[in-house]
């Protein structure tokens, strides 16, 4: 009878630890205290950001936040972007971080990154699912159980509205990676489902669905272009596949990406966001905002990043030529 009330005292005292977080623990909370960091962060960042402010909402994996700036594209046409992707994600919770932007913000346009079509998933339980919102909703601990590390995070640098600043170099030297051919890659059925609830929810809003793909040798070639491109023609979206505009938009493996092609540095995704800001504007109705309300916070906000994205940018053309030379110094 003891130990059952020792029992009984220590899960009380453990659901308590659970509980009392639940009430502190808002978005606004997550945000102001550099927690909102990580996988799960993207949700309390958005829920922060004023209601209708986003004209354009980026979503996907770590190929979409490192591939578009909304910060160029605010400085260079004025409409208001925010890159809302997670590292790894999968096409399922990419779709509940569309959900939780809508909740707030009604975008004109959504673009979806494609790598997490091809990132297999399996067929979740709806009712495991709802129980999980359900506990993780009155205790975030469990599902924020890393937000210990978002101060340290927030110390190798800050994001700006999701786009992160890299003047890392590691060159890709592996050839050409779009050789042409008719093969098709599979796209998993279950990501076909998750997509097609993301184009309802862009109806919904009233939000236009676009696909597009970042500049990836390591996560793109042509079968996949083709498996993407007969999709959204089946789907009757419009799809952009920059790892076609390779030679047009100017990027060069040897400089432009961190990680051997993997993702973009600062360089590359200065040149992506151009392209991506030009088909933008001449594809869509997005409005100049520089004379409106909002312009004052979006202006201080440039400032800080012009001064760290030119830093980041001068550094990546020193480790550039570090790269290089470490690249010659194998050569035999």
Not at 142 to 159: A, C, I, Q
Not at 179 to 206: F, V
């Amino acid at each position: 009878m003891k130990k059952l009330g020792k029992n009984i005292l220590f899960f009380a005292i453990l659901g308590m630890m659970l509980l009392i977080p639940g009430l502190f623990m808002t978005s606004k909370f997550m945000e102001k205290n550099h927690l909102a960091n990580g996988k799960n962060g993207v949700h309390a960042k958005l829920a922060v950001e004023p209601a209708d402010s986003l004209d354009v909402i980026v979503i996907g994996d770590s190929e979409s936040y490192t591939s578009v700036s909304p910060m160029q594209l605010w400085k260079d046409y004025g409409f208001t972007t925010y890159a809302a992707g997670q590292p790894g994600a999968k096409l399922s919770e990419t779709k509940e971080v569309l959900k939780t932007a809508l909740l707030k913000q009604n975008p004109k346009v959504v673009m979806l990154e494609t790598n997490s079509l091809f990132r297999f998933e399996t067929v979740s339980n709806p009712t495991q699912n709802r129980i999980s919102n359900i506990i993780y909703k009155h205790m975030p601990l469990l599902k924020e159980h890393n937000v210990w590390k978002s101060p340290f995070m927030e110390l190798r640098g800050k994001t700006y509205k999701g786009f992160a600043i890299s003047s890392k170099v590691k060159p890709y030297s592996g050839g050409e990676y779009m050789m042409s051919t008719a093969k098709k890659m599979k796209i998993e059925e279950t990501n076909i489902k998750s997509l097609r609830t993301i184009e309802k929810m862009c109806k919904d809003n009233g939000a236009e669905l676009v696909l597009y793909s970042a500049p990836s040798p390591k996560n793109y070639n042509y079968k996949k272009h083709n498996a993407l491109s007969l999709l959204a023609k089946q789907e009757g979206l419009k799809y952009v596949d920059l790892n076609t505009e390779v030679e047009s938009m100017g990027i060069d493996w040897s400089r432009d990406t961190r990680d051997k092609g993997d993702h973009l540095n600062c360089a590359g995704a200065e040149k992506t966001t151009e392209f991506i800001g030009d088909y933008l504007i001449n594809n869509f109705e997005l409005q100049d905002k520089h004379d409106s309300k909002i312009a004052t916070r979006w202006n201080k906000l440039l400032k800080g990043y012009d001064k760290k994205f030119d830093k980041a940018k001068y550094k990546t053309r020193e480790n550039a030529e570090i790269a290089f030379k470490n690249m010659k110094s194998f050569d035999f």
